[in-house]
């Protein structure tokens, strides 16, 4: 059966599996004098005993197919948003970025008034603008024509 | 024991002078401010403002910024409780009863014991660093690589074995922590690893795009799309005040929480952080109802908030007393201080006792200050929770990638928190616990250093560990705690720990 654990402890047993290989990049050093590599590869180990041990012990878990994932799209669409912030902040600005990232998620996603949107959106966007890059002097990304 | 009662008065006419005062309160503010931001904590909030001390002298200066760090100290528990949102990395542990208890309509009463506890650890603390600092100090000095190894591996068993899933989740989570912690420059080598060209990794995954990433966006991953959105809870001003119960409950858990979070404080490293994880682990340990921890206990809420705020006066003492800063807040406090033509040390307190017993005496009233602030902006702070979720969660978001970016300017950080939010998310449906992720990536570049740091002294001989009495006490209590866990699995009984619910 296809269990929480057994899943989960796979997925361990990969990322060990994937930082092994990547620490063959760098010297392992020996037993007494390690070098860059000795304790990702420790750890790495560690990690696919760990995983091991996991799919071993695993039969007491829930089942897999149990889990709910009925906000995967929700959970998408706030990612998705997120990402084009990150993406867009030394591209087109902090205003401009951060007002496309909550009006869609205000308009598009949460379906708020058209007008409650815009007013949310552009108070939240220049006042913290106003706030961190204004008063506090932290440097914010500006975009085209200085937005 | 007479001069130092007149040493504190003398730290008292400065403290209480009104322009110390003032910048003590300014300082205060700004910090419980920085602190209740989510992902913007006490070192990015330290960094940013230090540039407007440039023009004071040095005891305003260092008053201000020692206020900006214990305010976010404070102001770091709100986000926590009503957001489950670290507004700093001490806060972590805060989250799970602090939270649980505001979605069982307990926000005020945990955010009030959280500040009372704040204060109480705040000042307990500043007297014990008062009378204790020398002797506690020159204790600290005898751990050697050797010792911080078995610390540190300590401290991460020492979570492993209390969570509230498995202790192999927890071990391979924090395994997954230390991993993470291995990207960046090696220090001793100077390889650069797993950064894949990415140069901004050199210094390493920062902790608060992992935390922020892992608590707060990870929660509204899961939240925002729920048929039923949290509910909006909306207290009555009653409400707000801790019942009788919750106090009696606290009581214990504040002072232990002190007590403990003071003397780790001392021991350099992220001290704030590990004495939450080590206070929450032994209230836990301690209670009577282990099964209501991660359900809102407050004494979840109390010891660990309690212990964040004793280790900020534990964490002084080095950079006092020896010049040695502990912790990276105190790093910065100790550079204000050089650029104030200040060099803390022994002789300092002979130097210059009007800025030592002035900075001293501005944490007393730092303290009263910030219970002041802090109690009646309770309700202000609950209020909150009456702005309806899907208004309020991209205001959230906002705040976190604002956070995150500005600690370094980068938005490499802002893609770390990202990736740790799907992370954190995918692992909350599978039911592991993050925290022991967080303090893993803390850990992992000193584990790793003072491990290699043993063996150069050692010629490559691993007895270093045993052979030194301190190495070898730690590293005893950490295989009797792996034993105790092993124990019910090989005698095929029920760990206590199965009764407990996964952190939900």
Redesign the interface.
Known sequence: MLT?DR??GGA?VL?GLI?LW?SRR??LG???????????VV??L??IL??V??VV?ASR??RFAD?G???????VA??G???F??WG??RLG?RLT?AV??FF??FVL?R?GVVAAIV?TVT??WG?FYL?DTL?????PRGPFGL | MLETFQNLLLGFSVALSPSVLWYGFIGCLVGTLVGVLPGVGPLAGIS??L??TYGLDATRAVVMLAGIYYGAMYGGSTTSILMRIPGEAASVMTCIDGYAMARKGRAGAALAIAAVGSYVAGTVSVIALMFLAPPLASFALRFGPPEYFSLLLLGLLVLAYMNSGSM??G??MA??G??LG?IGI?Q??G?F??AYGVAELGDGIGVVPVAVGLFG?AE????????NPPEVIKPKFRDLLPSRQEWRDSNMPIWRGTILGFFIGIIPGSAHVISTFVSYAVERKLSKHPEEFGKGAVAGVAGPESANNAATSGAFVPMLALGVPGVPVAALLLAAMMVHGVTPGPLLIKNDPKLFWGFIASMYVGNVILLILNLPLVGLFVNLLRVPY??L???I???S??GV??VN?S?VD??I??AT??LG?VLR????ETAPIVLGLVL?PM??MS??QS??LS???YAIFVTRPISLTLLLVGTILVALALRPVISRGMDWRARLPAES
């Not at chain 1, 020996?30 to 990702?40: D, E, K, N, Q, V």
């Not at chain 1, 506090?136 to 914010?140: A, G, K, Q, T």
């Open positions: 929480i899943v989960a361990l990322a930082a990547e760098f010297p020996t037993l007494h004098r390690p070098g860059p590599a000795y304790m990702p750890l790495a560690l990690l760990f995983g041990a996991l012990l878990s829930g889990v994932w009925h906000e995967w799209r929700h959970a706030i990612f948003a997120c990402a912030a990150a902040l030394e902090y951060i990232v909550l998620l205000l949460e708020r949310l939240m966007a913290s961190f506090l002097r932290v440097p914010l | 940013l403002l540039p407007a192999l989740k071990l391979a395994a997954l230390l991993l291995m090696d001793m080598s390889y690893r797993f966006l509204i991953l899961i939240t925002a799309g729920m048929k899907p208004i969660y991209p205001t978001l906002i705040c990638i604002l970016y500005a300017s938005v802002v893609w928190m990202l939010g799907v998310y449906k599978l039911d592991f992992a584990m790793e491990l290699r063996l150069a010629a490559g001989n």
